[in-house]
């Protein structure tokens, strides 16, 4: 059993950034493929970002592509998604995933895990 954690999130204005984490306790960390995904009220959940087991490749949404960072410290098992230049659009609450079935986990059955999610709220 993994046991996901996210903070940072918060209230920010259009073109601030924040930093996001997911803390990973309860199985070796390494073990799993992360992502980010979001959703905003009356919407589906959807990718943001995903990171494979070593953090040697990455995969992004289109629509943060450019903006979004995602990143792991293995040693920390902790996974982070870097936001910049945010946009109201990018308002929602973002989760955390961990997969230990795919490479990486870009769909919502790709996930074993999922955490209970933070907010992004981005004022223009």
């Known amino acids: 059993q993994v046991q996901l954690v996210e903070s940072g999130g918060g209230l920010v204005q259009a073109g601030d950034s924040l930093r996001l984490s997911c803390l990973a306790s309860g199985d070796t960390f390494s073990r799993y493929a992360m992502g980010w995904f979001r959703q905003a009220p009356g919407k589906d959940r959807e990718f943001v970002a995903s990171?494979?087991?070593?953090?040697?490749?990455?995969y992004y949404a289109d629509s943060v592509k450019g903006r979004f960072i995602i990143s792991r410290d293995n040693a920390k098992n902790t996974v982070y998604l870097q936001t910049n230049s945010l946009k109201p659009e990018d308002t929602a609450a973002y989760y955390c995933?961990?997969?230990?079935?795919?490479?990486?986990?870009?769909?919502?059955?790709?996930?074993?895990?999922w955490g209970q999610g933070t907010q992004v709220t981005v004022s223009s």
């Open positions: 990171i494979t087991r070593s953090g040697g490749f990455t």
């Open positions: 995933a961990a997969a230990s079935r795919t490479y990486v986990v870009r769909a919502l059955g790709d996930s074993d895990y």
